[in-house]
């Protein structure tokens, strides 16, 4: 984990490392349910002291390297504690009602639909039926 001054994103990327520990070997699920708990209330702490809602859109919307977000973080963790500041709903609240997002379509709005769907698993390669090393029928030329 690289030093980041993101307490949020911080956190998340701690607790989905936690999540990783756990999986991996479950004799270890009970500290690490302890330790996360521990996370999860320093860094709410954290986010009921945040002053404004610049840092708080800072906070939350920052990516990592593999471009995700701390909201897209607290969804897939279920970190719930972590949007109990009045600056983080409206955060939330402004992405819903943003003017990419919605027109009342829920499917309309790629960034609400991943939020609430999780739909980063099901994302198509679709460069994998169009592989440079593939074969090529005559016919079809």
């Not at 001054?5 to 990783?20: H, M, P, S, Y």
């Not at 609430?116 to 090529?136: H, S, T, V």
């Amino acid at each position: 984990m690289v030093t980041n001054f993101n307490v949020t994103l911080t956190g998340c990327l701690l607790i989905e490392l936690l999540e990783l520990i756990s999986q991996q070997f479950e004799q270890l699920r009970v500290r690490t349910l302890q330790i996360r708990s521990k996370v999860e209330e320093l860094v709410s702490e954290y986010m009921l002291q945040v002053a404004g809602e610049e840092e708080m859109r800072y906070l939350l919307l920052e990516k990592d390297f593999e471009d995700r977000d701390s909201l897209d973080l607290i969804t897939s963790l279920n970190i719930v504690t972590f949007l109990e500041s009045r600056f983080a709903e409206n955060v939330v609240f402004e992405i819903w009602r943003s003017p990419y997002a919605t027109n009342d379509l829920i499917f309309t709005a790629s960034t609400n639909f991943y939020f609430l769907f999780d739909w980063y698993d099901c994302i198509i390669d679709q460069e994998n039926g169009r592989r440079f090393f593939a074969g090529k029928h005559i016919k079809n030329i």
